[in-house]
Structures are given as structure tokens and as C-alpha cells.
């Protein structure tokens, strides 16, 4: 059985409300930092725990939160990006749903570590219900007193505002949510600088991601090294992994860093629909490199996956049977990207329209024998040629799904047919 | 020409400028807002919204049409949004938006004519582990099949 940090309410009947999850130990954690705790020893902790973002670019929160500058004189702000929109993703929903109050006390514990008076949570706008039920929450938080003025009588003083966004992927880029909340459009700006120097309204801020915070309460309670003791080096704590597509039990598991590809698939999600085989696994949210059945003999943590070839990103992973159609599956993706792009770059805006024409066509029937070739090239001139990092997530499933399933693709363009289907 | 503007969505402007006072910053959740009310962002809201926050009508617009959720026209009673994208797909959206398409009369991106429904395709709603999915005036639908679409359109009155 693998520790549960993250679900471990998720079964208790009405795990979404206060009284429920203080009566399970909630805001204790809170009240040990903020009373017992100076933000450097909370930071030295999460810094042992070697916990990595879960937004997906697996970067150490405590370093992150370490780059906050002192003494500016100016507010620092701590947005937490609940934009969820990375296709296969799913997990933050849950933490939203069914325990809102591990999120808000991890807001707590960071917003006091980093020196916040003020956190904004930035969900994303289709999450309407969500967005209502996290807003109870927050109500329930302010009336307990662990949101407002003078926490715990200790005086610390914490705002926090939800902000929602309205249906753009790219405000997930952490500088294009920052730009969302100011009210503009969703266009990332170029770093340098950070937003931990120069953030939301030109002030320092830390961006984290919602299962990111959700496991700081827990490593107050137990200690970075704890923590860090449950996944393999530089790899602490669990992870959160949704599974979907072809398997019989889509849905959320936790489990310790670095858990095998394949028994999340076989045990976890029940296996292959209908008993079909596995074809194809996209390991870490659609942005990442497809692996071959063959490649899914892996381990589960941020390292182990690089090493595969591919990335665990937001821990998303789309398992496809035999027989799905790589080129139909591509060219879902690259719809996805074409209508995400947010124009700012040319690589970006015109290479994901360019492979769309060229995708629609091969599955139209009018494929010619060099567009597989002409897709690969357009997708290597966007990779790295961007502000943002969405022109190389749009780049890596073409230029992975080719070089994997090049066949599939040769076959459809020249005999105007899928190979599978 | 101005619009009408309820007690109701007046109380909501004034708590969205309280509680986020900076700069330009109310202006998407007053977009949310006035689409809740009068279902779609036209040029008078844009207008409103300019006056409200301090900026130009064409730089609400801009905003507005950036962000795919703000609806630059009338939609229907009902806006049904099927998911598209690689999941949903692996599990079923051509046929259910094909059924939908057939049963409604309409195709996506058209409004039925007695303006009940208006259908649209969407990207990834985060709702893949239940997979085929749509949303409905911000109420999600998952595990989709015939029957259950039948179902839950029959029932919207
Ligand atoms: C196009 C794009 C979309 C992203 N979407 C999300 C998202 O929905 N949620 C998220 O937490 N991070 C997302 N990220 C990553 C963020 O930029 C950022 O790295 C993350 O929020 C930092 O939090 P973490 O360190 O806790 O992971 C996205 C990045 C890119 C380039």
C-alpha cells in the first residue's frame, strides 16, 4: 500500500467541508508554522523534501520560494495556478472537489513562508462548480479566522481571492496567468525577469502549482526528510497520477515517486479496454513525448521518465490501445495547440496552423508522400523558437509521434487510409 | 445605445471592484458577469465595461475575444460544449457529437432555430476520467453514451 498524502480524505463523506477535515487534523499544520515556525525553518524543510512542482516542469519549490527577494518594500504575492487545462489532466479538480481545505492551509503555510499578505487562486473558468465550492471554502476558512487578519492571534495577516479565468490554455504559463489576473490578454511575457523578482503587478511572486501546496501541510507535520524518503532521489513525496483513455478505470492515484508505469496501467487502472493490447502511452499530459508499449517498462518520477525519452509533466498519462490511429490521435493535438497558440510568436502562430492544414489533409484522403516529412521540419522550427514554452508542446508530440509511428503516418499519406482502422 | 443593468449584476460591479482594485484586473470577472446575466458580451457590454474600469471599448474587446469562454454573440438557451480533445476522442467524440449533431438538426457552432441549443466543440475540460464529456451551462455530463444523451437533453426543458 503506498502513503496517502493527497487523497487520504478523498473517501470520507463530506470531506470538502471545515468541521470534517479539521476533525481529521486540518489547519493543525498551519497553526504549528504560523505560532511555532519561522519562515526559514518551514523553508529549509520543503528545500529537504525535495518536493518538485506538479504544474509540470518538476522545479524545487523551496529553491523556487528561496528566490523571493527581501526587504523590497513591496507586496509579495502567491498565485496558485489551478488553470488545469494540459489534455489528460485532471488531478487538481479533485483536490478541489473533495479536500479544498488541504489546499487552503498549504496557501497558509506558503503565503507566511514567502512573506504573502495577499494569495489569489487562478482557476480555470470552466471549473464552474469547482470554483463555487472552493469559494465556500474559503468563506468557511475567513469565519474560523484562518483567513483575514491576525491568524491565530499571531497577527499575520492573509487575503485570498479567486481568479477565473475564461478558457485559454496558455494562461496555465505561469507569466500569461500573471497577465490574465491584471486583466490583459493571456500573452507570456519573456524572462528574465522572474516573478519571484517581478510578478504579479510588478511585485514578487510565487507561482505554484495546486497539488504543489496541497502537500505542504504534510511536510510541516512530518518533515522534509519524511517526505523526501518516499521517492527516489530528488524525487520526494507522492504524486498524484490520472490515468485515462483506454483503460478500464480511468481516474485519479497517488502513490510514492517513482511507481511503474505499468502497474499504475494493469493493477491501478484495470488494464486495456476490451482486453486489447497497449499500443502507445503519452506519460505526462499531452505536451510530452508518446512512448512505444514497448518504452512503458519505466518508473514513475520526474528523472526516470527523462531518461525514457519523455517527461512526467503534470503526471497525466494517456494510455492508447492497439487500435487507436496515431494519425487521428496527432492530429487532435495539434488542434489543441492551434487553437491555444496565443499568436505572440511566429513560430508558434503560423507552424501550429501550417501543421493542421497538413494533418487534415493526410486524413482527408489528399495526403502527399512529403508531407509526413514537411510536418517533422515544421515542427523542429518551432521547437525552442518561442517566448513561452506551448510552441515546444505543441513541437514534441509531432516530432515524438513521428519518429515512433513514422510507418502510420508514410501509409496514411500515400494510400489515403488509416493503417489501423 | 446603454443597457439595462439589474440591481443584482449592479451589487456584483461593485463587489468585483472592491474585492480586486487594481488596474485593469476586474475586467474578466466583469465579463463573467455580465455574460451570466445577458448571456453573451456585446458591443454595449464592452462599452459598460470600459466605462467601469477606465479603458478603451476596443481593449475590453480585445480581452473579450481572447478568451474563448466570452461569447461575442447570442447562444442558445442551452450551450452544449463536447470535449474534442485526445481523451474524449480515444473514447467516443465523433460518434456522440455526430448523435447530437443528428438529434438537434444543427451543426457545431449553430444554434437550433427555436434557440433552445447551441452546440460547440471544446478543448480538454479536465474531466478525462470520465471520458466521453460535455458541459452544459458550467454543469458537466460525463461517461456519455446514447442513451444518457437522450437523457439529459430530453430533461432540459
Ligand atoms: C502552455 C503551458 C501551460 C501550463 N499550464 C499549467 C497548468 O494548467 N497548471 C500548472 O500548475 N502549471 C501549468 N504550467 C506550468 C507553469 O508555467 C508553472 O511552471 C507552474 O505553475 C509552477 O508551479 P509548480 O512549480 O508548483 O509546478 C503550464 C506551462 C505552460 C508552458
Keep these: ?421 | 445605445m446603454s443597457i439595462e443593468i439589474s440591481e443584482n449584476l449592479r451589487k456584483k460591479i461593485e463587489e468585483i471592484k472592491n474585492k480586486f482594485p487594481t488596474g485593469k484586473s476586474p475586467i474578466l470577472p466583469l465579463l463573467h458577469a455580465f455574460q451570466d446575466e445577458l448571456g453573451y458580451i456585446s458591443l454595449e457590454v464592452e462599452e459598460e465595461i470600459a466605462n467601469i474600469v477606465g479603458v478603451s471599448p476596443v481593449y475590453v474587446r480585445e480581452v473579450s475575444t481572447f478568451y474563448s469562454m466570452f461569447n461575442n454573440q447570442p447562444v442558445g438557451k442551452y450551450h452544449i460544449q463536447v470535449c474534442g480533445n485526445i481523451t474524449c476522442w480515444l473514447r467516443g467524440y465523433d460518434e456522440i457529437v455526430e448523435y447530437i449533431k443528428k438529434k438537434l438538426g444543427i451543426d457545431i457552432g449553430e444554434t437550433t432555430s427555436d434557440g433552445k441549443f447551441t452546440l460547440s466543440r471544446v478543448e480538454c475540460l479536465g474531466m478525462c476520467d470520465h471520458a466521453p464529456v460535455m458541459q452544459i451551462n458550467g454543469d458537466f455530463y460525463g461517461d456519455l453514451t446514447f442513451e444518457k444523451i437522450d437523457e439529459i437533453l430530453d430533461s432540459l426543458e
Excluded at chain 1, 528545500?47 to 509579495?76: E, M, Q
Excluded at chain 1, 491568524?151 to 494562461?171: M, P, S, V
Aim: hydrophobic share 35%.
Design chain 1, 1 to 421: 500500500m503506498s502513503v496517502k498524502i493527497l487523497t487520504k480524505h478523498f473517501g470520507i463523506k463530506d470531506s470538502h467541508k471545515i468541521n470534517v477535515y479539521m476533525k481529521n487534523g486540518g489547519y493543525k499544520q498551519a497553526e504549528k508554522a504560523l505560532k511555532e515556525m519561522k519562515p526559514e525553518e518551514i523553508l529549509e524543510e520543503v528545500k529537504k523534501s525535495n518536493l518538485r512542482g506538479r504544474g509540470g516542469a518538476g522545479f524545487p519549490t523551496g529553491l523556487k520560494w528561496s528566490f523571493v527577494p527581501k526587504d523590497t518594500g513591496k507586496p509579495v504575492y502567491l498565485c496558485v495556478n489551478s488553470d488545469e487545462s494540459e489534455p489528460g489532466t485532471f488531478k487538481d479538480r479533485h483536490i478541489l472537489e473533495k479536500d479544498p481545505h488541504m489546499l487552503i492551509e498549504g496557501i497558509i503555510i506558503t503565503s507566511y513562508t514567502i512573506g504573502a499578505n495577499e494569495a489569489y487562486i487562478y482557476i480555470r473558468g470552466e471549473y464552474y462548480p469547482q470554483a463555487i465550492r472552493l469559494q465556500e471554502a474559503i468563506e468557511e476558512a475567513y469565519q474560523k479566522g484562518f483567513l483575514g487578519e491576525n491568524i491565530f492571534g499571531t497577527g499575520y495577516k492573509l487575503d485570498l481571492k479567486i481568479y477565473r479565468g475564461a478558457g485559454a490554455y496558455i494562461c496555465g504559463e505561469e507569466t500569461a496567468l500573471l497577465e490574465s489576473i491584471e486583466g490583459k490578454k493571456g500573452k507570456p511575457r519573456l524572462k528574465p525577469p522572474f516573478p519571484a523578482a517581478v510578478g504579479l503587478y510588478d511585485c514578487p511572486t510565487v507561482i505554484n502549482n495546486v497539488e504543489t501546496i496541497a502537500d505542504i501541510p504534510t511536510i510541516v507535520e512530518k518533515g522534509g526528510e519524511w517526505f523526501a524518503s518516499l521517492g527516489p532521489e530528488r524525487n520526494g513525496g507522492t504524486k498524484l497520477f490520472a490515468v485515462s483513455g483506454h483503460v478500464n478505470k480511468p481516474g485519479v492515484y497517488e502513490h510514492e515517486m517513482g511507481y511503474p508505469l505499468m502497474k499504475l496501467i494493469n493493477e491501478d487502472a484495470g488494464g486495456i479496454l476490451d482486453g486489447l493490447k497497449l499500443k502507445a502511452v503519452i506519460p505526462g499530459g499531452s505536451s510530452v513525448p508518446i512512448l512505444r508499449a514497448e518504452e512503458c517498462d519505466i518508473n514513475l518520477d520526474y528523472d526516470s521518465v527523462m531518461k525514457a525519452g519523455s517527461m512526467l509533466g503534470s503526471g497525466a498519462v494517456i494510455v492508447m490501445s492497439e487500435k487507436t490511429c496515431m494519425v487521428k490521435a496527432l492530429s487532435r493535438l495539434i488542434h489543441f495547440y492551434k487553437d491555444e497558440s496565443c499568436g505572440q510568436c511566429t513560430p508558434c502562430r503560423e507552424g501550429t496552423g501550417w501543421m493542421l492544414k497538413i494533418i487534415n489533409r493526410i486524413i482527408a484522403g489528399k495526403g502527399r508522400k512529403e508531407d509526413v516529412d514537411t510536418l517533422y521540419y515544421i515542427a523542429k522550427g518551432i521547437m525552442g523558437h518561442t517566448v513561452c514554452p506551448l510552441g515546444d508542446a505543441a513541437a514534441m508530440p509531432v516530432i515524438s509521434f513521428i519518429n515512433k509511428f513514422r510507418d502510420e503516418f508514410e501509409y496514411y499519406a500515400i494510400n489515403k487510409k488509416s493503417m489501423v482502422e
